[in-house]
Nanobody
Framework: VQLQAFGGGSVQAGGSLRLSCSAS????????LGWFRQGNGAVRDFVCG????????YCIDSLKGRFTISRDNVRNTAFLQMNNLTPEDTAVYIC???????????????WGKGTQVTVSS
């Protein structure tokens, strides 16, 4: 499975961005797709995930209400809508695919290259 993230950029605090993660390859539409972010540290923090059916979604509590994940299985693409961004959201955002509906990075088998999101105050 190959993953590619799009849509990063620079915005001011309070702005919005919509990230896209395009998946391709064998059975790529049957995986859970997750978004992680990596700030200055080396740790990749889970942001949101969506089951392959699209019926189950999960975002970490601190981002609920601002971040929303969705997917379009016809286009094999997952989206991360990010609203009311703050400088603390600045990070490289990375999409990943897992056989399981999970938030642990160790359970994600395939990783794409990230897209940079920079939020200025």
């Amino acid at each position: 499975v190959q993953l590619q993230a799009f849509g990063g950029g620079s915005v001011q605090a309070g702005g919005s961005l919509r990230l896209s993660c395009s998946a391709s390859g064998r059975a790529s539409d049957t995986y859970t797709l997750g978004w992680f972010r990596q700030g200055n540290g080396a740790v990749r923090d889970f942001v949101c995930g969506i089951r392959w059916t699209g019926t189950d979604t999960y975002c970490i509590d601190s981002l609920k209400g601002r971040f929303t994940i969705s997917r379009d299985n016809v286009r094999n693409t997952a989206f991360l809508q990010m609203n009311n961004l703050t400088p603390e959201d600045t990070a490289v955002y990375i999409c990943a695919a897992s056989n399981d509906y999970e938030d642990r990075s160790t359970r994600y088998r395939y990783w794409g290259k990230g897209t940079q999101v920079t939020v200025s105050s």
